[in-house]
């Protein structure tokens, strides 16, 4: 039986390049309509931009990543254009242009990322407010900037990366409000350096930008998004207690990432809240095995690591389902892997140190903000919910919080409002974050069109 | 808001209509670039909370749903558009 690769970004692209070198014939599925991931994302037939435009200091990498997959693209039982929406013990079930199809695998290596991390502000769901990511996506695969004006707001290295890419490609960067000081930065300037290159890129986003006259604002407060039927300026308070504001049609949100382990938790992968990044992650150990029999994980899907870590991440899985399968493992190849992927853990940690979730902004969320924007429930109701039932029925976790208020039963499955509503949760229950626990995922992982009877 | 084109406009123009209305949009366009660049939303929160325009680009947040004559209700964001798409933005049930 096979062995099935979820995810053909960095970490599925190096997973099936170690599989395939054992002589196995990997299924790598993916939603997308081509090979990629999120960094490394192709834009469609038709575009022309070569890679150093398009991927920035990362051509090389993107350019590798692309070859290795293009060259093993015969021996891969490649599925694109397929969403893996369910797993089952041993089947995966899938569906594409509308056919579902239940895949089994013997083995299975989880790649499937990440997604951005948000908090919400009164005026977010208008017209115009995009993720960081979709900011950067709208630019890489469909050449748009999101709006003629953009305001950039958030945190992360994100942030100035997709500002910087922005301007670069000629849109009009109206603002960078970075709701961490550039104090912490400096202060963990020590731990970043050990990510070199990664580092001194980070640097010169910011110096290019201010070079190139962006306005940049630290410790920020956002306070609003402001407008009617669309976006028109965004406001926030800096740290001296004066307020700004802005005049934009478009604004890019960001606060970091989460993992996308909705399959792992199908898969009945335990998860721990991991204090630094702020995360639930599946469990896993340094060789990608989850504590359920045939099922591995990899990349910023099982914790964000960055693009780097993902590839060596997946190689590494790929090594411990050769091992599983009983076949020969290259132990100079896992030595090199494991001494990479530990030195890049403490760069991780340094870099997350840097630009902190910003968790006191998300609890204490105005109560007439929206918090789930699938269905408008606002940070009220989900407050009105835990002090009158919660707290008297334990546990106070979020599962029942969004039996209550509906809270993460839209059609996102919590993917958006989940990080910011088990902040406001913690904070009502005046509990840690972790305590509230987190929001189970369920089949469908993702809506899907009514399914014909063989696959239900 | 609109999105704004950067690079990438040499491409062969393709036509839809939106709501009725004839539109134009590129080839490779997906549906979410094909309206927003054009007008400034993609649909309506049944939920009384106005008009939305889609939110992560990347097929999560579910918030870029339209209606496409033959195909029913689709992510704009994940759906490239093809010449002669007719595509509505009616009110979508919960
Ligand atoms: C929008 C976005 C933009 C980013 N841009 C950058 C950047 O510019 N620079 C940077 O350093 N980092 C960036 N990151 C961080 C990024 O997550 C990592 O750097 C890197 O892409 C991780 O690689 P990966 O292989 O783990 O996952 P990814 O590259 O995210 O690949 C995961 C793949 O899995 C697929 N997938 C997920 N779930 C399913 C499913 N259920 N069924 C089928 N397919 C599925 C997805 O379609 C995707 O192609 C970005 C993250 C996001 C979310
Ligand atoms: S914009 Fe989020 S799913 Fe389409």
């Known amino acids: 039986m096979s062995v099935v690769i979820v995810g053909a970004g960095p970490a599925g692209t190096r997973a099936a390049e170690v599989l395939i070198g054992a002589g196995l014939r990997p299924t790598v599925i993916d939603e997308a309509p081509d090979n990629g991931g999120r960094i490394y994302q192709r834009q469609p037939a038709g575009f022309h931009r070569v890679a150093r435009v398009l991927y920035g200091f990362e051509a090389d990498k993107a350019r590798a990543i692309h070859e290795t997959f293009d060259r093993l693209r015969a021996s891969i039982d490649f599925r694109p254009r397929t969403l893996a929406w369910n797993l089952r013990p041993g089947l995966i079930d899938t569906i594409c242009d509308g056919k579902a199809r239940a895949i089994p695998f013997a083995q299975t290596i989880l790649c499937t990322g990440a ?186 899907g099982s914790g964000i690591r960055g693009a780097d870590l993902a590839e060596a991440a997946g190689a590494r899985a790929a090594w411990s389902v050769l091992a599983a399968r009983g076949l020969a493992v290259d132990a100079g190849a896992v030595a090199r892997l494991d001494a990479q992927l530990a030195a890049g853990a403490a760069f991780r940690a340094a870099l997350e140190r840097a630009f902190p979730f910003p968790a ?66 913690a904070s009502t229950l005046s509990c840690p974050v972790e305590e509230v626990g987190r929001l189970r995922g369920q089949p469908p992982v993702k809506p899907i069109p009514i399914l014909p009877a063989e696959a239900a | 808001m609109r999105l704004q084109r950067l690079a990438e406009t040499d491409r062969p123009a393709v036509s839809f209509t939106l709501d009725g209305r004839p539109m134009a949009a590129l080839e490779g366009d997906s549906l979410l670039t094909a309206i927003l660049t054009e007008d400034t939303y993609l649909r309506t929160n049944e939920f009384g909370d106005g008009r939305r325009a889609g939110f992560c680009l990347m097929g999560a947040c579910q918030d870029c749903w339209v209606s496409v004559e033959g195909s029913g209700r689709v992510r704009a964001c994940s759906t490239p558009i093809t010449e002669g798409m007719r595509v509505s933005r009616g009110t979508v049930q919960p």
């Open chain 1, 115 to 300: 997604m951005d991390r948000v908090i919400p502000l009164p005026g977010w769901t208008l017209p115009g407010v995009f993720t960081l990511g979709g900011a950067q996506i709208s630019l890489k695969a469909q050449g748009c900037a999101i709006g003629a004006r953009v305001a950039f707001l958030g945190t992360g290295p994100l942030l100035y990366l997709v500002a910087y890419q922005y301007a670069r490609a000629g849109a009009h960067v109206a603002a960078v409000l970075d709701t961490t000081a550039f104090a912490r930065k400096a202060a963990q300037a020590f731990g970043l350096a050990r990510g070199g290159a990664t580092f001194v890129k980070g640097l010169y986003y910011i110096a290019w930008l201010r070079a190139h006259g962006v306005p940049i604002a630290e410790s920020v407060t956002p306070l609003a998004i402001g407008g009617e039927g669309q976006v028109q300026s965004v406001s926030w308070r800096d740290a001296r207690g004066t307020t700004h504001e802005v005049a934009v049609d478009a604004v890019a949100l960001g606060f970091g990432l989460r993992p996308e382990a909705q399959l792992a938790d199908l898969a009945g992968v335990p998860f721990d809240f991991d204090p630094v990044q702020h995360n639930w992650v599946p469990r896993k150990d340094p060789s990608g095995k989850t504590p359920v029999a045939g099922v591995f994980l990899a990349g910023d």
């Open chain 1, 360 to 425: 006191k902004l998300a609890a204490g969320m105005a109560d007439d903000t929206i918090l789930c924007r699938c269905e408008a429930i606002t940070a009220g109701e989900l407050r009105a919910a835990a002090n009158e039932t919660l707290a008297t029925l334990p546990p106070p976790e979020v599962n029942r919080a969004k039996a209550l208020t509906r809270v993460g039963m839209g059609r996102c499955q919590g993917r958006v409002c989940g990080a910011a509503a088990a902040e406001v949760l």
